[in-house]
């Protein structure tokens, strides 16, 4: 066997998960490996959805513009329509993403950022192309066997699959980004809870120019509800836009129980023509590949020294986007407590709070995705397209909702509300940004449990309450406009105040960690000439935020305080798993 190597943290997978886990580690310094089987980075679409809080990460780790200049923008991505097929007849449509009028107020109120439409096979080369930059290693067709760990590490055993030998390579911590049948998680006995397999998608991804059927209402996603769109896990045959209006990918379902059909360029290309309605248009299938809808969340992310990530800890379908950037999010709120236990500032206690914070959050976007397939099921009740019947009389119903009868009239409501009500799945802004933290790197203020005044799904409701992350607001330095978000992050603490917080600020300079200080007010350094960060930090000007890294409020003081050093100290040590 090969000389053990070493490092501080390996990487299993270059997915979403392990290539923002590396982004980050080396954006802070840290010795990582990344390995993978595969010859190369995703070459099929996949995820693509990136909402507002992914790319404020990646905004914090220097890479957001990089995917914007790659990205499909917002406003060509919110006309989420159903249909007979993209030719066919038109049922509704959806403003989604952002593109409702409101709710596009409410995006530019929360984040300094915008959502947007980002293919895998386009976002892992932005995320790893970094981190290589930046000091990580990368090893292709690389194939993770087995670890075991002891006290001081974690030994992987790894084989190269172009010479077919095996190595180790010794780490501090191991981090299983490998995906949803990860084998890291399985080793590490991980407890689950949910089912995998229980539905059956086949994704084909194919080039044609749609640009007739599709540029006079741009979106990312086009539900087409046609005879055997309610097999499988979807709900209805999804023809997703890739590139506008050339480059696209149709998701169908299939009968699982009896297993995926015969993927052939002619199977392909016939359901391509279904759901488009053009037997015409000039094809080109690029690939094919089947999969299961899966139900699965793990309970503890993490065995030792082994954390999981990603869809190694989360499987769900698509629904609602969330699957890479709840991934994302995993490694980022991981990356930064790995370099603090490994620098030897905080204690490994501070790791435990990985699983109490993203747990929840796992668990909450599997149910979400999944509920959402659930909820296509009332456009086609509207239609009575659920019973069994023959295609004909399935457009027959169709048909049927242009007759100026009464019956026709009570349908073509129920048909808006049943689509309107997929807002839920196209538009829910607070399962994006309302996460709220709660575990020992939080300290609670006493205040009492925070209630929600809108449907805490749809909407965002901002606040500097512990475990939240900081609101953003527009604030001045000199020439300059940033939102508050920018002045936290970076790998370090910040502590946020203004005039009368110089004790704060003294407490600040006492620790034995770095904490940026941020002094907001009149003639300070920073300026909120709008008054919004004095509305939204429900703080007096003499008080403070003390917030993490990963821009989540650890630690707030309403007010001054004579002793302020002692209040910090304090928070600080629970916070770092010292107390």
């Given at each position: ?92 449509r ?41 000091g990580t ?98 709900g ?27 993927l ?42 082994v ?15 969330l ?11 991981l ?22 914070e ?7 976007v ?75 790197a ?51 603490f ?5 005039i ?29 000439p709008y ?32 002793d ?16």
């Amino acid at each position: 066997m090969s000389p053990v190597v070493e490092t501080d943290v390996l990487i299993v997978g270059s997915g979403p998960a392990g290539a923002s886990a590396a982004l980050a580690l080396s954006t802070y310094g840290v010795p990582n490996i990344v390995v993978t089987r595969y010859a190369s980075l995703a070459d099929t679409p996949r995820a693509h959805i990136t909402n507002q809080r992914t790319m404020e990460v990646l905004r914090d780790l220097g890479v957001e513009q990089d995917v914007v200049a790659q990205a499909t923008g917002q406003h060509l991505m919110g006309n989420t329509t159903f249909c007979t097929s993209l030719a066919g007849e038109e049922l509704g449509r959806v403003r989604s993403w952002g593109n409702d009028p409101l709710v596009q107020a409410a995006h530019e109120l929360a984040s300094p950022t915008r959502m947007c439409d980002m293919p895998q096979h386009l976002m892992e080369p932005v995320l790893v192309d970094a981190a290589v930059a930046r000091g990580t290693s990368l090893r292709f067709q690389t194939e993770y066997l087995s670890h075991t760990q002891d006290a001081d590490g974690v030994t992987v055993t790894v084989r190269d699959r172009l010479r077919g030998d095996s190595y180790e390579i010794r780490a501090k911590y191991l981090i299983g980004a490998d995906g949803g049948r990860s084998k890291v998680a399985e080793d590490a006995g991980l407890p689950m809870g949910g089912q995998m397999g229980v539905a059956g998608s086949i994704n084909i991804v194919f080039e044609a120019d749609l640009a007739k059927y599709t540029a006079h209402r741009p979106s990312t996603l086009y539900w087409v509800l046609a005879p055997g769109a309610t097999v499988g896990g979807i709900g209805a045959g999804l023809v997703r836009c890739v590139r506008p209006w050339d480059e696209w990918m149709i998701v169908w379902g299939y009968d699982v129980t009896a297993g995926a059909p015969d993927l052939t360029t002619e199977y392909a290309e016939s359901v391509v023509r279904q759901l488009v309605g053009d037997d015409e248009i000039p094809v080109t299938i690029k690939s094919s590949s089947a999969w299961t809808v899966n139900e699965m969340y793990a309970e503890t992310y993490s065995n030792g020294r082994v954390f999981c990530a990603g869809d190694a800890t989360h499987r769900h379908p698509p629904s609602n986007g969330l699957g890479s950037n709840t991934s994302i999010q995993d490694s980022y709120n991981l990356a930064w407590k790995l370099k603090l236990v490994l620098d030897g500032t905080a204690a490994p206690k501070l790791l435990d709070s990985y699983t109490a914070e993203r747990a929840p959050i796992g668990k909450q976007v599997v149910t979400r995705a999944n509920q959402s397939i659930g909820e296509t099921a009332p456009i086609f009740e509207a239609l009575d397209g659920l019973s069994p019947q023959t295609p004909e009389q399935l457009w027959a119903n169709i048909a049927a909702r242009k007759d100026t009868t009464e019956a026709a009239e009570k349908q073509r409501a129920r048909l808006r509300e049943a689509i309107a009500f997929k807002v839920y799945e196209f538009n829910a802004h607070g399962v994006d940004l309302n996460q709220r933290y709660a575990s020992d790197a939080i300290v609670p203020d006493g205040t009492p449990a925070e209630t929600f005044a809108r449907d805490p799904e749809l909407h965002h409701q901002p606040t500097s309450r512990p475990g939240a992350r900081i609101p953003h607001a527009w604030i001045t330095s000199s020439t300059r406009t940033l939102s508050t978000l920018d002045t936290v992050g970076k790998g370090r603490f910040t502590l946020l105040t203004g005039i009368g917080g110089e004790s704060w600020v003294r407490a600040a300079a006492a620790q034995d960690i770095e904490i940026a200080t941020v002094i907001v007010g009149p003639g300070q350094e920073y300026e909120d000439p709008y008054g919004d960060w004095a509305r939204l930090s429900e703080i007096s000007d003499a008080g403070a935020l003390l917030v993490r890294p990963d821009g989540f409020v650890a630690f707030r003081h309403p007010a001054a305080a004579p002793d302020a050093g002692t209040l910090l100290t304090d928070a600080l040590r629970q916070i770092l798993g010292h107390a």
